[in-house]
């Protein structure tokens, strides 16, 4: 069996767990807001349509920020058509996902929905075909308490009190040659700085988030980030990054090993980032919202035809993921982590349905797929600071990365409780790892809890039927002896090791 090694220590601090973090996204794409979090007449439905066993998976998984209208969807949105009474708003035709939007649910609603759900709103604003004026009239609607049109508006909607929402982003990937209203870099990073000049004249409480690269595969990569920051860059307060991972052609070492090319992302955008800042003199630094990340098998949603109709909230992209998908995810998410000292918000894409932890049956059924546990996990136990974590470790060779560590950890501690909290990924395909933690920077900890998610069946998914077939269980042997944790993790698997305070 191969053997690897780490070492837990309160002074290896990276910074604090950011609750932001743990966000998740919202579009009017598919089914992810019709009979995804919206469902009039569904059993469980509010008195707003809102599926109740949706919001108690929302509430499980530990969510605490979820971005909204879009992605694609945003860059050819009119936010006006979702408020005011539901029987008088128009349909639309959205354009970005072949779809017909009848508007049922809109800013006013999502903004309940949230409360209810007990995250914070995270707003998108159209830069696609809209611009500064649309931008401003939105925040005066969102934030502005009364004695404006659009404030007063609000409140004759039934919204008395601001939705005081904070954080805001300026478009959706406008890099991208699918989007709405694409744009150069520097066309876009003149436009970005002036909605968010404006957008601070209504409100300066405001944190503003500009598109960057929509992957670190597109050909203006790093030179995208640059000229947007040259324009924008005292005006916004993080650049935004998106990416996401599939298994291709049964590369399954590779997959397992995608939080390497998040590590690089993260990387290059930050150094991309103090570059910008070194060379203007700011003092501020910018952080980064990777408010989009998730497993995703685009390449089968690149296959498909479009239908030849406008159907409302068609099936798409509802991926059904694996015990796999659930611990490269998991991987993912230790490399946010390990990023917290820049990286600090991020959002699942997305929540329900549409390449989504949470499944629903229209009419019917909720259930947690194997992507949500690992998520929910790290939710509820990272506290306090994230701690360095640098593993010695056997590598193996990949198709896509190279040479990699087959461990992949992070650690976090909570200085109030002295609980620290080990997540680790084995990326063997075949074979158990052999872990041993030096724990005696925490004093005289002692496991409390330790679960794996694995099984015999990499490819093993949950169903409405059968939903916890793949689901956290206990992970046994681990055993503590001064100052020194062993455990075993099994091949193809997401580990959390829990320790007790000093």
Not at 124 to 147: K, P
Not at 390 to 396: A, D, G, I, K, L
Request: charged residues 25%.
């Amino acid at each position: 069996m191969q053997q690897a090694h780490v070492t837990l220590d309160p002074a290896f601090r990276i910074a604090p767990v950011h609750r932001r973090t743990f966000g998740a996204f919202v579009e009017h794409l598919g089914r992810c807001v019709y009979t995804g979090i919206h469902e009039p007449g569904h059993a469980t439905a509010d008195e707003d349509g809102f599926r109740r066993d949706v919001l108690e998976l929302t509430r499980e998984l530990g969510v605490t920020t979820v971005r909204y209208p879009g992605g694609n969807f945003v860059s050819g949105y009119r936010w006006e058509d979702g408020i005011g009474p539901v029987e008088n708003r128009p349909r639309r035709l959205d354009l970005a996902w072949h779809s017909t939007e009848p508007n049922h649910v809109g800013l006013d609603e999502f903004v309940r929905w949230a409360r209810r759900a007990g995250v914070e709103p995270m707003m998108a604003v159209n830069l696609g075909t809209r611009g500064i004026q649309e931008a401003l009239d939105l925040l005066e609607y969102c934030n502005l308490e009364s004695g404006t049109h659009w404030s007063d508006l609000r409140r004759a909607n039934g919204a008395k009190e601001p939705h005081a929402i904070r954080m805001w982003c300026l478009g959706n990937e406008m890099d991208g040659p699918w989007q709405i209203g694409h744009k150069t870099a520097r066309e876009y990073g003149r436009l970005a700085a002036e909605t968010g000049r404006a957008m601070r004249m209504l409100d300066r409480d405001l944190e503003l988030v500009a598109c960057g690269s929509s992957g670190s595969s597109m050909p203006t990569f790093g030179a995208w980030e640059a000229t947007v920051l040259e324009e924008a860059y005292d005006v916004v307060d993080y650049v935004s990054c998106h990416a996401y991972y599939e298994e291709h052609d049964g590369d399954l070492a590779s997959f397992l090993a995608s939080a390497v090319d998040m590590d690089h992302f993260v990387e290059s955008v930050v150094a991309t980032a103090d570059s910008v800042r070194a060379r203007l003199g700011a003092k501020k630094r910018i952080n980064v919202s990777f408010d989009e990340w998730n497993v995703w098998y685009m390449s089968r949603f690149q296959n498909a035809e479009p239908p030849a109709d406008w159907p409302v909230a068609p099936p798409l992209l509802e991926d059904h993921y694996h015990l796999a998908d659930a611990v490269t995810l998991g991987g993912l998410l230790i490399s946010l982590l390990r990023h917290s000292d820049r990286v600090t918000a991020a959002s699942l894409a997305q929540l329900v349905n549409v390449i989504a932890p949470i499944m629903t049956e229209p009419g019917g059924r909720a259930w947690r797929q194997t992507t949500f546990h690992p998520f929910a996990l790290t939710a509820a136990h990272a506290r306090g600071d994230v701690l360095r974590v640098e593993p010695v470790s056997p590598v193996h060779e990949t198709a896509r990365y190279g040479e990699v560590p087959l461990l992949d950890a992070v650690a976090t501690r909570d200085a109030e409780t002295g609980e620290a909290v080990l997540f680790a990924v084995n990326r063997s395909t075949s074979e158990p790892l052999e872990l041993t933690v030096d724990t005696r920077g925490l004093g005289t900890a002692a496991p409390q809890a330790a679960v794996t998610l694995s099984g015999p069946d990499v490819y093993a998914r949950n169903t409405a039927d059968d939903p916890d077939r793949v689901a956290p269980r206990p992970l046994t042997g681990v055993t503590a002896d001064g100052g020194t944790l062993r455990a075993v993790l099994p091949a193809v698997s997401w580990n959390m090791i829990r320790l007790s305070g000093a």
